[in-house]
């Protein structure tokens, strides 16, 4: 069975965009493929947070994404500083990492110009880093996001750096992967195009959100001044509302608001206090079971011992190989 990994930033609060993109994508594969999923809490390191942020974001993501279904009988979800096998490939793949190209990746010059305070040799390394993640595993498909693709590519570079090396055909290739069809697009409640934590107050819809935080948010979300033709086209804002209706709501409710809109008839208030009320319904599990699981710390420690067991017979076994291959025998 081919195994897929991916590394999931330790910043906590997933919104439905989240969610109806790379987790659902997870959830579906974990029936599928031998799957790893881990808390990049090293990654982290390189922003300088304070202890308890560090831990209080690792405790927060974990309680998320069990929430939204990751099943850790089905996935092996570990928090990546539990494995300090990484950090002894990312020692080893650092030294057939070349400054230059890791001078030249994207991620690092925006570093360089954004946070010029702290350009710190972990930021340099990140790609290594993230090699390290996936080949101690030996993963063969990682679902990444484009702002990821050309980490992935250099993690093929020290890959077949290393079989070439060593004249070994040790690591198999990673390929990024997309499970399953066109994803669904979650627009943002504030006019931007798509839901993001960086697109402004109110733009998203947190899956921990309370039914007062929903309303308050959707009653604000924007739309225009309502059509003056019937049967005209939408405008982005109002096909937004649209999108997020036909993604909580039943297909009457949005068949009721799109006929009144094409009759010029439409009332947003009466659309977004349906959108509201149906995005509460959709809410409710998920932000139920966060607000439960945060408070487990019992449950969430036992996930977290049973994740690290697995990935660390995993990382024991490359790590193992690994030194023999370099001459540490
Ligand atoms: N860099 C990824 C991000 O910012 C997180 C990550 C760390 C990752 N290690 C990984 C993703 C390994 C895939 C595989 O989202």
């Not at 989240?18 to 579906?28: M, T």
Request: hydrophobic share 35%; aromatic share 10%.
């Amino acid at each position: 069975m081919e195994t897929v990994l991916s590394g999931i930033r330790p910043t906590g609060n997933l919104h439905l965009g989240n969610y109806f993109g790379a987790l659902q994508n997870f959830i579906k594969m974990q029936d599928t493929y031998n799957c790893f999923f881990f808390i990049a809490d090293y990654h982290s390191l390189t922003t300088h947070p304070t202890p308890e942020n560090l831990q209080g974001n690792v405790k927060q993501v974990l309680a998320e994404y069990l929430a939204a279904g990751l099943d850790p009988e089905k996935c092996t979800l570990y928090v990546q500083s539990d494995v300090p096998e990484v950090a002894e490939l990312y020692l080893f793949l650092n030294m057939n990492a070349y400054i230059g190209e890791l001078e030249r990746c994207t991620s690092f010059k925006d570093k360089i110009r954004n946070q010029t305070q702290n350009v710190n040799a972990g930021l340099l390394t990140y790609p290594t880093l993230m090699a390290a993640d996936i080949l101690i595993h030996k993963a063969n498909k990682v679902p990444v996001g484009k702002d990821q693709e050309q980490h992935l590519e250099m993690t093929r570079t020290f890959c077949n750096r290393f079989n070439r090396m060593y004249k070994v055909d040790y690591f198999p290739e990673p390929v990024a992967f997309n499970f399953g069809e066109t994803l669904i697009k979650i627009p943002g409640l504030n006019g931007s195009g798509k839901m993001g934590k960086s697109e402004g107050e109110g733009n998203a819809i947190y899956l921990a959100d309370s039914a007062e935080a929903i309303r308050k948010k959707v009653m604000k979300a924007v739309t225009d001044s309502g059509p003056t033709q019937e049967n005209q086209q939408k405008p982005e804002v109002v096909e937004n509302l649209f999108q997020l209706m036909r993604v909580v709501s039943t297909a009457d409710t949005v068949a009721y608001f799109d006929e009144q809109y094409n009759k010029c008839a439409i009332r947003y208030g009466d659309m977004k206090k349906q959108l509201a009320e149906d995005m509460v319904v959709f809410v409710k599990p998920f932000s139920e079971k966060i607000a439960d699981l945060i408070h487990n710390d019992n449950y969430l420690n036992k996930v977290a011992e049973q994740g690290k067991e697995k990935a660390k017979a995993s990382a024991a076994k490359t790590i193992r190989e690994v030194r023999e291959i370099i001459g540490f025998r």
